[in-house]
């Protein structure tokens, strides 16, 4: 099998395995993690979002070929308890969820939003969460948790 | 007249305290419900209300996950019951722990029970003595039965209960641990798929494993009649091998399915069940003038759950462990011992955290479809998910609903009679209930049980297709009949609501035409047909946060609706405003509730501002799609909801009533927003669309039969 070289979450890592294998696959499979989810596999609910470079993209229809030698982060490099990330920290202040299974893939979208726009508007945010789908009607709340973690992280 | 103290409906059904409530020596509390955590955040309202009445920090209890092995039977976690019945259940057991304990620590002090107080936990007696739950948990046994006349304490003296605690689930979820069943690894997990026809309910009429049994990976094909899977060591193979068996698999012809554009001829032809669910006389019948008569329609329906449906299952000789988020894991097990034809004490069925899932979706089908495949994985454990289209598909749905409206008006256009009936496939096929089981695969092997015909739930219980039916109106008389489908084509069972979305959308848009007939404002004719105070302040405190009614602007519109969610659980009013030329878009729900009293006020808010956004996309958007053959809406592109840029801004104002016992808020919005967006339409455009959902083409429609 060749081998495929990323960075995943700020480590050098190499896969074995047939590089037509969908990132999601490996994520959760061969490397066990299980922080972006599986909803569609078709690239239609962003449940599965993670970073690649700047971007948030589907993890479910992008081939591990297409990451080689680029940088990918996933929920689990986003922050953790000990060191949360400001979306993190205002996703609880917020209580900006009912069920939590689409929240994965919305905080890579945000996180890359906030990358490459840190002070976005209202309608920019909806505009970046709008290839993720949420069920249970969080959204007004995600979003106000996205603009409060801008707002922290543009203070000094 | 006294009556005697009863116990409360769920402790009465499993008595033992030892059952819901524990103490370890380290100072840790377990609470063990009945009730499951679907993403409504019960388990920490549930937390919330056993802290309180222990006296305890909530950082002790640890929330135990509902298993067959060990909680209390609590019936199925829907209906917006939760609060009601695992609520009070813990409520009065915490009430009467409390008071054996501190009859025990006022025993081994010599004093008085009123002497003592509990503080965290702790008991402290006069000078300087103290002890604690943990230290007497030895020698005080909760394995004896509650009863009944326990006093939990006034709403006054509760310090937990009426504030907005933090959901306990949240910070797994947002640092992405695994604690959904989709992230769960069990050692030696295999991985399964179930072939399911696209022609509805075609049969497999022959099955080439060639390609299949090419995939490296594979361990085992399981087929039974039209049932058949595969199990392979790793996801990937396991979709490789279904692929493979799709390429091998020859169905019969399958079952027709009615006219999806003429939902209401369909739902009137069949053979049905009829029921008066209400009546009322006048004391003084009096000749109409005229009568007026509107037809509603809503479409089926689906979950359509972020998450495909997962489950995993275990076999240990005839012993099997299932993994499940099915809302009612007894339930499930009766229904798996039914097909696996075993005692229920063979099965062990125990919760994992899912998606939410808005009624009864493929949770309980999914974890008979691991069950069956596990039985050819020699002892290892199979995690089974359903694709996205075989969610979308094979899922039941909610039901499709024709609903007729007639009026008796007198001259000056007052309502003098009322007659509503409803056209319906039953809301209610789940597992558990009846003497044959209710789950999918059941149906499709080779010693097949029969297709289980939805019912609906007695009025008692809230009523299924009938639901919010029975106008909470003073009208003089009024007739409410139920025509249930004795044919079901098309799937049905449980969605948020059952059938109180189709039934205030219907009654709520025709008093809103008889209105607008009167020339009268909506919101001041609703309140000039009600006497319920509950009901009119509701009204009111929705009406005032949404300044109603703002001067007519071009393209704009305002619309009420009200309800109490199945005439005896929350009272809510939304107000709606949208924009509307061709699409139409809904700006800004205002919405009130009445819950009575409001254990987690933030945890309220959030189910009636998801409820009224999910209710948003039902109206706008959502319909299940088919042809003569098959379901054609499989996927989210067929089936759009409503995105994060269409999303309207929610406002929720709660109307306090701590002195009244709480009921749930998860399904009280569904039916007033219905309700105030189609409203809001006919104030914007001066059209009624009366078929949901309220799309393009169907104001097209309207507008062409109403010029």
């Known amino acids: 099998?060749?081998?495929?070289?990323?960075?995943?979450?700020?480590?050098?890592?190499?896969?074995?395995?047939?590089?037509?294998?969908?990132?999601?696959?490996?994520?959760?499979?061969?490397?066990?993690?299980?922080?972006?989810?599986?909803?569609?596999?078709?690239?239609?609910?962003?449940?599965?979002?993670?970073?690649?470079?700047?971007?948030?993209?589907?993890?479910?229809?992008?081939?591990?070929?297409?990451?080689?030698?680029?940088?990918?982060?996933?929920?689990?490099?986003?922050?953790?308890?000990?060191?949360?990330?400001?979306?993190?920290?205002?996703?609880?202040?917020?209580?900006?969820?009912?069920?939590?299974?689409?929240?994965?893939?919305?905080?890579?979208?945000?996180?890359?939003?906030?990358?490459?726009?840190?002070?976005?508007?209202?309608?920019?945010?909806?505009?970046?969460?709008?290839?993720?789908?949420?069920?249970?009607?969080?959204?007004?709340?995600?979003?106000?948790?996205?603009?409060r973690a801008a707002q922290e992280m543009a203070a000094p | 007249?006294?009556?005697?103290?009863?116990?409360?409906?769920?402790?009465?059904?499993?008595?033992?305290?030892?059952?819901?409530?524990?103490?370890?020596?380290?100072?840790?509390?377990?609470?063990?419900?009945?009730?499951?955590?679907?993403?409504?955040?019960?388990?920490?309202?549930?937390?919330?209300?056993?802290?309180?009445?222990?006296?305890?920090?909530?950082?002790?209890?640890?929330?135990?996950?509902?298993?067959?092995?060990?909680?209390?039977?609590?019936?199925?976690?829907?209906?917006?019951?939760?609060?009601?019945?695992?609520?009070?259940?813990?409520?009065?057991?915490?009430?009467?722990?409390?008071?054996?304990?501190?009859?025990?620590?006022?025993?081994?002090?010599?004093?008085?029970?009123?002497?003592?107080?509990?503080?965290?936990?702790?008991?402290?007696?006069?000078?300087?003595?103290?002890?604690?739950?943990?230290?007497?948990?030895?020698?005080?046994?909760?394995?004896?039965?509650?009863?009944?006349?326990?006093?939990?304490?006034?709403?006054?003296?509760?310090?937990?209960?009426?504030h907005s605690a933090a959901r306990l689930d949240i910070p797994d979820k947002v640092f992405a641990q695994p604690r959904f069943i989709h992230d769960t690894a069990l050692p030696g997990l295999l991985h399964g798929r179930v072939m399911r026809p696209e022609m509805s309910r075609a049969k497999l009429a022959g099955l080439d494993e060639t390609a299949a049994r090419a995939v490296a990976g594979l361990i085992a094909i399981v087929r039974d009649g039209s049932f058949s899977g595969v199990v392979c060591d790793t996801e990937r193979a396991a979709e490789a091998a279904l692929r493979g068996l799709r390429k091998g698999a020859t169905w019969s012809q399958g079952?027709?399915?009615?006219?999806?554009?003429?939902?209401?001829?369909?739902?009137?032809?069949?053979?049905?069940?009829?029921?008066?669910?209400?009546?009322?006389?006048?004391?003084?019948?009096?000749?109409?003038?005229?009568?007026?008569?509107?037809?509603?329609?809503?479409?089926?329906?689906?979950?359509?759950?972020?998450?495909?449906?997962?489950?995993?299952?275990?076999?240990?000789?005839?012993?099997?462990?299932?993994?499940?988020?099915?809302?009612?894991?007894?339930?499930?097990?009766?229904?798996?011992?039914?097909?696996?034809?075993?005692?229920?004490?063979?099965?062990?069925?125990?919760?994992?955290?899912?998606?939410?899932?808005?009624?009864?979706?493929?949770?309980?089908?999914?974890?008979?479809?691991?069950?069956?495949?596990?039985?050819?994985?020699?002892?290892?454990?199979?995690?089974?998910?359903?694709?996205?289209?075989?969610?979308?598909?094979?899922?039941?749905?909610?039901?499709?609903?024709?609903?007729?409206?007639?009026?008796?008006?007198?001259?000056?256009?007052?309502?003098?009679?009322?007659?509503?009936?409803?056209w319906s496939n039953g809301h209610a096929a789940r597992p558990g209930r009846a003497a044959k089981p209710a789950l999918l695969a059941g149906f499709e092997l080779g010693n097949a049980f029969p297709r289980v015909i939805s019912g609906n739930p007695p009025q008692a219980n809230g009523g299924g297709g009938d639901r919010n039916s029975v106008p909470l109106y003073d009208f003089p008389s009024w007739t409410v009949e139920s025509h249930r489908l004795l044919t079901m084509p098309i799937r049905t069972s449980a969605l948020r609501t059952l059938g109180a979305q189709g039934n205030v959308f219907a009654i709520e848009s025709f008093l809103d035409e008889i209105a607008a007939e009167h020339g009268e404002d909506p919101v001041a004719f609703r309140l000039r047909h009600l006497t319920d105070e509950r009901a009119k302040d509701v009204i009111r405190t929705a009406a005032r946060g949404a300044n109603w009614k703002p001067a007519q602007k071009p393209g704009t519109g305002y619309g009420i609706g009200f309800a109490r969610y199945k005439n005896t659980g929350a009272y809510c009013a939304a107000v709606a405003e949208i924009e509307g030329e061709e699409d139409i878009r809904v700006k800004r729900l205002t919405l009130a509730v009445d819950v009575g009293e409001v254990i987690n006020p933030d945890g309220v808010i959030n189910q009636i501002e998801g409820g009224a956004i999910q209710a948003t996309s039902w109206v706008l958007k959502e319909r299940v799609r088919f042809d003569a053959t098959r379901i054609t809406s499989n996927s989210w592109t067929e089936y759009p909801i409503l995105r994060f840029s269409e999303v309207p801004a929610v406002q929720v104002d709660i109307v306090q009533r701590p002195e009244i016992e709480p009921v749930g808020a998860g399904e009280a919005a569904h039916g007033p927003v219905t309700a105030a967006i189609a409203n809001a339409v006919f104030d914007c455009l001066g059209v009624r669309v009366r078929d949901l959902p309220i799309t393009r083409d169907r104001l097209i429609a309207a507008m062409n039969s109403s010029s």
């Open chain 2, 255 to 422: 079952e027709a399915l009615p006219d999806e554009n003429d939902l209401a001829a369909f739902l009137k032809a069949q053979p049905i069940e009829s029921t008066v669910i209400d009546k009322r006389t006048s004391d003084r019948p009096a000749q109409a003038a005229r009568t007026v008569r509107r037809q509603y329609t809503r479409p089926y329906i689906a979950h359509a759950s972020i998450a495909p449906s997962c489950a995993m299952a275990q076999w240990d000789g005839d012993r099997v462990h299932v993994w499940t988020h099915s809302q009612g894991v007894y339930l499930l097990r009766a229904d798996l011992a039914l097909v696996l034809e075993l005692p229920v004490e063979h099965i062990t069925v125990e919760h994992l955290e899912g998606a939410g899932c808005y009624g009864h979706n493929p949770a309980d089908d999914v974890a008979l479809d691991a069950v069956l495949l596990a039985k050819a994985a020699a002892g290892r454990p199979v995690r089974v998910q359903w694709s996205r289209a075989d969610e979308m598909t094979h899922a039941p749905f909610g039901a499709a609903m024709a609903i007729e409206i007639e009026a008796g008006l007198d001259a000056r256009n007052e309502i003098m009679s009322w007659h509503h009936a409803i």
């Open chain 2, 1 to 162: 007249m006294s009556t005697s103290p009863t116990l409360p409906v769920s402790l009465a059904a499993n008595p033992r305290l030892s059952s819901w409530i524990r103490f370890a020596a380290d100072g840790e509390v377990t609470v063990s419900p009945g009730k499951v955590e679907i993403g409504q955040g019960i388990v920490t309202a549930l937390a919330q209300i056993a802290a309180d009445e222990l006296d305890i920090d909530i950082v002790r209890v640890r929330m135990v996950r509902a298993s067959t092995a060990a909680s209390p039977n609590e019936g199925v976690t829907s209906g917006s019951l939760s609060i009601q019945q695992s609520g009070r259940a813990l409520r009065h057991a915490c009430a009467e722990i409390r008071r054996i304990f501190l009859a025990a620590a006022a025993d081994r002090f010599g004093v008085e029970t009123r002497a003592l107080e509990i503080s965290d936990g702790t008991i402290y007696g006069p000078g300087n003595i103290s002890t604690s739950y943990w230290e007497l948990a030895d020698e005080v046994s909760l394995d004896r039965d509650a009863t009944p006349g326990a006093t939990p304490k006034p709403v006054a003296r509760r310090a937990l209960a009426g």
């Open chain 1, 1 to 147: 099998m060749p081998h495929t070289r990323f960075r995943l979450n700020g480590v050098a890592t190499e896969v074995d395995a047939d590089p037509d294998t969908m990132l999601l696959d490996v994520l959760r499979g061969r490397l066990g993690l299980t922080g972006a989810h599986f909803g569609c596999g078709a690239g239609e609910c962003g449940a599965c979002h993670v970073i690649v470079g700047d971007h948030a993209v589907s993890a479910c229809d992008t081939p591990l070929w297409s990451v080689a030698d680029k940088e990918v982060t996933t929920p689990e490099g986003l922050g953790s308890a000990d060191k949360p990330h400001p979306l993190q920290r205002a996703f609880i202040a917020e209580q900006a969820l009912q069920c939590g299974y689409c929240v994965p893939g919305i905080l890579m979208s945000a996180a890359a939003l906030l990358r490459q726009n840190p002070h976005p508007s209202e309608t920019e945010v909806r505009a970046a969460l709008d290839r993720n789908l949420c069920r249970c009607g969080s959204h007004n709340r995600m979003v106000r948790a996205v603009l």
